[in-house]
Nanobody, 128 residues
Framework: QLQLVESGGALVQPGGSLRLSCTAS????????IGWFRQAPGKDREFVAA????????YYADSVRGRFTVSRDDAKNTVSLQMSSLKSDDTAVYFC?????????????????????WGQGTQVTVSS
């Protein structure tokens, strides 16, 4: 099983920025797409953003488009989620996930069921 190691969660003030990271031994060996999801207290887990490992394609939920950016560092085998203009609604546990090529039959990267590997989650709290 691919183990995803997440980091970067913190307490930030509204309007602030935060960068989350997700690292594995070799994303390229198994991951066709990397997704970010989040779950607020008492709420269902929801899609945030995703990126195809090769090709530079990125996808964002309407709630974060223009504020969040997915990127990767091949040398470090790391995928990051840069978050800016944070607001209270962004408070949640954020999860990194990886999916294999065969899962994304219709080029839709927002479904949780398409991702076979998940990180442990990291807490992001936006509050004054």
């Amino acid at each position: 099983q691919l183990q995803l190691v997440e980091s970067g969660g913190a307490l930030v003030q509204p309007g602030g920025s935060l960068r989350l990271s997700c690292t594995a031994s070799d994303f390229g060996m198994v991951a066709y797409a990397i997704g970010w999801f989040r779950q607020a207290p008492g709420k269902d887990r929801e899609f945030v953003a995703a990126a195809r490992w090769i090709g530079g394609f990125t996808y964002y939920a309407d709630s974060v488009r223009g504020r969040f950016t997915v990127s990767r560092d091949d040398a470090k085998n790391t995928v990051s989620l840069q978050m800016s203009s944070l607001k209270s609604d962004d408070t949640a546990v954020y999860f990194c996930a990886a999916g294999e090529e065969g899962s994304f039959y219709d080029d839709n990267y927002s479904r949780q069921s398409e991702y076979a590997y998940w990180g442990q989650g990291t807490q992001v709290t936006v509050s004054s």
